[in-house]
């Protein structure tokens, strides 16, 4: 196969066996099926698994997709460091929160799925990926640079009002246009 | 409205027969579970959790029946075929199989979620009422056993007092297929999500197969007749009557033991047309795989495209289809499509190949170093299935065309605009059309330079045959910067475009669809205009709104009709 990011997939199979796992442990425990413990057990784990892995992780190359309000996720997760970015880790933790599933049949399909996950992980983990957040990209800080003037403190030199008046005798030379004629006082 | 119904109508009407069939099963079996005399003592051991369970299975049957057929690429051309005579809007209706065939997926998935939680509570009452707690008769009859000396059978599939859901579900037929089968849909649908899909295909594929376990189980699922209903007996057993005195029952004449026998499994029939359809697709594939298929020439354009000339016998191709290419050199098992860029009226077919994976690369490698061939040679041997049906085949149809290529979506265009030449060129009286307006967005023309040469092979033709009004075409560079526009500046002058050296001077950004529409619109007043697009799906949504927009249901008036291909 293809240059493939494992870790995508393991996402994608781990999201779908939490809401599985939570799914079975909600029906074990309101149907109050023989095992209920188990089935509470999994709404727990199925709940802490969903939320572990809703934050897409960035990839190593290619367009990152998030998931919609995935930034509060992502921040949480990433407060964890090695623990959540190591993929190892996850491996075993989805390992080791799978298996009281097995005990109950409600739940026994969530086991397997987050067992499943749990693999893939693994594959990704030798592959050498691990969990990057992705963050959201920071506007650059506007720097003040000595390229920008100062607006003028004078205005441009002119000679005086009196000067500058439109003069009868010499229209042509003045700088603006009268709407009305000009005509000398009389 | 009027604009709504011409564009989308059929669509929803298809989606509203197929939801009404759901809801017509569901219900029905539900009531029939649920109401039925014949399963009056089953309820007493499970309650309405039996016809929970029985309905979403019931529409399990129905979709995994419809979702093998609209992956039949080859049955689908027939159908399309078939369709010449009933009229563009039907045809268009099957382009739209992958959507169906997603929309499908997900109701097995929701149904089978039902379906699940249903039979989970059941296996857990099956077992109480075993272990006496839901009362009397419940206790009752779950103690009948299969036994012919008493003239006996079972109601309750659990006939050991020590066994618990799990066991119970890994060694009965149906438990444990129905655990495979779930974990390979869930499976497959994991790797089926659009980002997976979208960067890493052959996981998607490969994952996929998973389905033939599916089928599978899904066959047998039923064989072990654990859904028991009450069978006739005689003299006849009364329900409302016996069911009172559990203990008088074999003793009184109007209560002799109640009978029961297993439903027969139902599913196989369902399924076995689609998947011996699909059989047939498959080996159809093979089939084509194995037949010889010769290069005529090979070209290496700029910017890493491969130009294949194949030549296969029998190979009869319509414009704007597309070909599965399979080398087995690089491996077995994978098949690529690709659109046909050559006309069908050349005696050869050629697909040009862009680098875009692993796979593509690796062809294009292994293929570059071999520009001149002398005659049509065998060796590197390449599977081709095909041709595939999209919507191009409807384009001459069209007074009027507006053909909208984005980026590497310009490629099955190359087809039509060849074909619509040579036809033209023949006077061909299939060919409607009387004015093609061709839009082609991309953001930088480099791998597309061969389609650049097209359009002034094209060009030329037409102006000396006095045509400049045959075929307007409108070239937008999306990818523009401050070095292109000061080229443009310099070159404003000048006859041909400075980047293409087409007489069209091309336009940058991307193109103003309302004005574009409202151009067409304007001089074409009393037409029917096709848009074809290829390109990505946030223009095909921004397209169809405006076709709906600018459409009039009056006939006198101008109407556009959308379609879309895609892979």
Redesign the interface.
């Known amino acids: 196969m293809g240059k493939i990011e494992w870790a995508m997939w393991a996402n994608e199979q781990a999201l779908a066996s939490g809401l599985i796992y939570l799914t079975g442990g909600i029906v074990g425990v309101a149907g109050q099926l023989k095992g209920w413990e188990y089935a509470a057990f999994g709404i727990a784990a199925g709940v802490f698994v969903c939320l572990l892995e809703y934050p897409r992780s960035k990839r190593a190359k290619g367009t990152n997709y998030e998931r919609t309000g995935q930034y509060c996720f992502t921040v949480c997760v990433k407060a964890f460091g090695p623990l959540t970015s190591n993929y190892y880790v996850r491996a075993f933790l989805h390992a080791a929160l799978c298996v009281p599933g097995g005990f109950m049949l409600a739940t026994v399909l969530g086991c397997v799925c987050l067992g499943m996950a749990s693999l893939i992980y693994l594959s990704a983990a030798i592959h050498g990926e691990h969990w990057q957040p992705i963050m959201p990209k920071s506007e650059p800080a506007k720097s003040v640079t000595q390229s920008i003037k100062h607006p003028p403190q004078n205005p441009p030199p002119r000679p005086p009002a009196e000067m500058r008046r439109k003069r009868a005798e010499d229209l042509e030379s003045a700088a603006y246009v009268n709407p009305l004629p000009v005509t000398a006082n009389e | 409205m009027g604009n709504w119904i011409v564009n989308h109508g059929l669509d929803t009407f298809i989606l509203v027969v197929w939801m009404g069939i759901n809801i017509f099963l569901f219900v029905h079996f539900y009531l029939f579970y649920d109401l039925g005399p014949q399963f009056f003592y089953t309820r007493q051991l499970l309650g309405s959790a039996l016809a929970w369970a029985r309905a979403p299975a019931a529409v399990l049957n129905f979709n995994c029946m419809l979702i093998l057929l609209p992956v039949c690429r080859n049955l689908l051309s027939l159908i399309r075929g078939s369709f010449v005579c009933c009229g563009r809007t039907m045809r268009k209706q099957l382009d739209k199989n992958l959507s169906f065939h997603k929309l499908v997926a997900y109701m097995i998935a929701l149904m089978t ?1 039902v379906h ?2 249903a039979h ?2 059941n ?2 009452w099956f ?1 109480n009422s075993r272990h006496g707690r839901y009362g009397f008769l419940a206790g009752n009859l779950s103690a009948l056993e299969d036994d012919e000396d008493d003239h006996e059978t079972f109601l309750n599939p659990v006939q050991s007092d020590s066994t ?3 066991i ?2 890994f060694t009965t037929i149906a438990g444990l297929t129905g ?1 495979v089968i ?2 390979a849909l ?2 497959i ?3 089926s ?1 659009e ?2 899909r979208r ?5 998607f594929w ?1 994952t996929h197969h998973l389905f033939i376990v599916f089928f599978a189980g899904l066959v047998f699922h039923g064989y072990g007749r654990i859904v028991r209903s009450q069978v006739t007996t005689d003299p006849p057993h009364n329900t409302t009557f016996c069911k009172d005195q559990p203990e008088n029952w074999g003793k009184i004449p109007e209560c002799p033991i109640p009978q029961f026998a297993g439903g027969f499994p139902q599913t196989w029939m369902w399924v076995i047309g689609p998947m011996v359809i699909y059989l047939c697709e498959r080996l159809l594939r093979f089939v084509r795989y194995l037949q010889t298929v010769r290069y005529k020439k090979i070209v290496m354009h700029p910017s890493k495209v491969l130009e294949l000339q194949l030549l296969k016998s029998g190979f009869k191709m319509d414009v704007g289809q597309y070909v599965f290419l399979n080398c087995p050199e690089i491996s077995e098992l994978e098949w690529h499509p690709f659109t046909m860029t050559s006309a069908p009226e050349e005696d050869f077919f050629t697909v040009h190949i862009r680098s875009a ?3 593509t690369d690796r062809l294009i490698k292994m293929r570059r170093h071999v520009l001149v061939l002398s005659s049509p040679s065998e060796c590197w041997g390449m599977g081709v299935d095909g041709p595939f049906g999209t919507a191009s085949e409807d384009v001459f149809d069209y007074e009027v065309s507006m053909l909208v290529g984005a980026g590497i979506g310009v490629t099955p265009f190359a087809s039509i605009l060849k074909s619509i030449w040579y036809k033209f060129k023949d006077s061909n009286p299939k060919l409607r059309t009387r004015k093609i307006y061709f839009y082609w967005l991309c953001r930088e023309t480099h791998a597309f330079e061969w389609f650049a040469d097209l359009l002034q092979v094209l060009e030329k033709e037409m102006e000396e045959r006095g045509m400049r009004d045959f075929l307007i075409y409108k070239l937008y560079l999306t990818g523009w910067d401050h070095t292109h526009a000061a080229q443009v500046m310099v070159n404003f002058d000048k006859d041909t475009d400075v980047i293409t050296g087409l007489k069209q001077k091309t336009h940058y950004g991307r193109p103003n669809w309302d004005k574009e529409f409202e151009q067409v619109r304007h001089e074409n007043p009393s037409s029917v205009v096709g848009t074809f697009l290829c390109g990505p799906p946030a223009l095909a949504t921004d397209l169809e709104r405006r076709c709906v927009k600018y459409s009039d249901v009056d006939p006198r008036k101008t109407k556009f009709y959308f379609n879309k291909e895609n892979f």
């Open positions: 979620a699940t939680v989970l509570l296996v857990e077992i618990t859901p799990t119970f579900a655990v779930t974990l869930i499976l649908i994991t790797s999500m980002v997976i960067s890493y295909f052959e996981v490969y994976g692993d796979w």
